[in-house]
């Protein structure tokens, strides 16, 4: 039977960003890189952690050129065809652009084969965005254990909200988990 919650939940209104007390003397003096070391890929990432969404009106190919260059990252939409990433791929001068950008992946069976082609035509990509409305869905788990399979050396992101005893489960199975509050957008890399 299915729980009924009452408890209130937060959402981005809800944040409040207060400033702290600090030894700079500027706000240019302020360094927003980080660097990171993803636990199952092994792979290495040095940039700022901003993400541009993978919705269809945001997350572009336009994008992603205009972030890279500040180190900023793009998930680009999954309504891209395989050509058009194939002419993205061949048309970028700047290889770097690659570093900070994600292809998206729906979980259906078309999703994947697609997934697939993209990666082969664009062999530079090494991170994966997975998005799904349904997170509590095992066939959602078990996709993300089909694409760590096909793809081990790539980055998995997961871009869903959840409730924290799924993101415990999800953790426990494949990822480092980044997550704040109760009820809060979930971003797992893996």
């Known amino acids: 039977m299915p729980r009924i919650e009452n408890e209130p939940k937060l959402d981005f209104k809800d ?5 702290k007390r600090s030894t700079l003397k500027s706000r240019a003096d302020v360094d927003l890189v980080r660097e990171y070391e993803f636990k199952n890929s092994k792979k290495h990432y040095i940039g700022i952690p901003v993400a541009a969404s993978n919705m ?9 050129t205009a972030l890279a260059p500040h180190k900023m990252f793009t998930t680009v939409h999954k309504h891209y065809t395989v050509e058009q990433w194939k002419n993205f791929f061949e ?27 993209v990666c082969e035509v664009v062999p530079s990509l090494e991170y994966i965005c997975l998005d799904v409305a349904n997170g509590y869905s095992e066939v959602f788990v078990e996709f993300i254990r089909k694409v ?25 199975l494949f990822f480092r988990v980044d997550y704040t509050g109760r009820f809060d957008t979930l971003i797992l890399y893996s």
């Open 148 to 172: 760590r399979e096909q793809f081990p050396r790539s980055c998995i992101i997961v871009c869903i909200s959840l409730t924290k005893s799924k993101n415990e489960r999800l953790f426990y």
């Open 91 to 117: 048309s970028e001068t700047d290889a770097s652009v690659f570093n900070h950008i994600a292809v998206s992946s729906g979980i259906s069976d078309n999703d994947f084969t697609k997934l697939r082609a």
């Open 56 to 64: 269809d009106t945001v997350g572009t190919f336009e994008m992603a």
């Open 15 to 19: 944040v409040l960003l207060r400033p």
